[in-house]
């Protein structure tokens, strides 16, 4: 099933034509759930979207998938879930637009090196991912 969460050719990305905020709640936001497998390589996983693999081998499949998506167009604003293959309960969850702008490093969550200090360097992908506050 393909889903509905990409942005149409043109369509506003969190504002109105007066510059206001979309008010738009919890419920109502696009959700995105990828499950991620192990790979044969030792801490490495793969992420598929409807059986689509989109990541074949990431350490870190949340953000990376994250990252491909919003280039894909998908909703910055969507909540992204990650769960592991056969798992009942989602392992991580975050708005794509803040996950595609993190990586780990030293075991901590840091801005993705595009994102960080330059805009004018961040990739064409991550620059329409922006917060749009919501309010319910």
Not at 91 to 97: F, G, Q, Y
Request: glycine share 6%.
């Amino acid at each position: 099933m393909p889903h509905n969460n990409r942005n149409p050719a043109g369509a506003s990305r969190g504002a109105s034509e007066k510059g206001h905020s979309d008010r738009t709640t919890v419920s109502e936001v696009a959700k995105i759930v990828i499950p991620v497998e192990p790979t044969d390589r030792h801490g490495r996983f793969r992420a598929r979207l409807d059986g689509r693999v989109i990541i074949e081998s990431t350490r870190q499949p949340l953000l990376d998938t994250a990252r491909t998506l919003v280039v894909e167009s998908f909703d910055p604003n969507a909540i992204f879930e990650m769960r592991h293959a056969g798992a009942d309960h989602v392992a991580l969850r975050a708005p794509l637009w803040a996950a595609a702008r993190l990586h780990v490093k030293d075991g901590k969550f840091v801005k993705h090196r595009s994102c960080a200090d330059d805009p004018a360097k961040a990739d064409a992908g991550l620059a329409h991912a922006t917060y749009s506050p919501r309010r319910a």
